[in-house]
């Protein structure tokens, strides 16, 4: 059950967005290994790993659940949270991350122009990776002022 007057995510967020978001992020980081360090050698120059395409469908797997994760937020989280000055630069610096993934990510789908890709590509999997770094300043932010406002 959410909590009626802090920010703090009902138990079924959290499980959604820690599994769906661990699974995103491992399989977008496993394709990332296997595109450029997983090839082999074909008669013809460098071949595809056969595993990247499943990297890819688990990828987009993931990334429903995280979606639906995300749009929960916008519900209680945000608008309770933004009272919370000492965190709101790290809740708006996460925000920013995952809008310019989720942008980045409808490029790399359906942008046509090889030029793009290849500048949406290396923008995607640098924030992407560098995700749960900023997820984490998010968290512990928080949890400071919870302990913070416990104290006064």
């Not at 499943?54 to 519900?75: E, K, Q, R, Y």
């Not at 708006?92 to 942008?103: E, P, R, S, Y």
């Amino acid at each position: 059950m959410p909590h009626r007057k802090s920010a703090r995510l009902a138990s079924w967020q959290v499980w959604l967005l820690t599994l769906s978001g661990s699974g995103l992020w491992l399989s977008g980081a496993g394709w990332l290994l296997l595109h450029y360090y997983g090839q082999k050698a074909g008669e013809y120059g460098p071949e595809m790993n056969p595993a990247e395409p499943w990297m890819m469908t688990a990828h987009g797997l993931f990334l429903i659940p995280v979606l639906l994760g995300i749009g929960s937020m916008f519900v209680a989280h945000i608008p309770k949270g933004w009272s919370h000055v000492r965190q709101r630069v790290a809740g708006i610096a996460l925000c920013a991350v995952l809008a310019v993934l989720v942008g980045s990510g409808y490029l790399l789908y359906y942008a046509g122009d090889e030029a793009l890709r290849d500048w949406t590509g290396l923008i995607h999997w640098v924030i992407g990776l560098a995700l749960p770094g900023i997820f984490l300043w998010h968290y512990i932010s928080g949890l400071y002022e919870r302990r913070r406002a416990r104290r006064s």
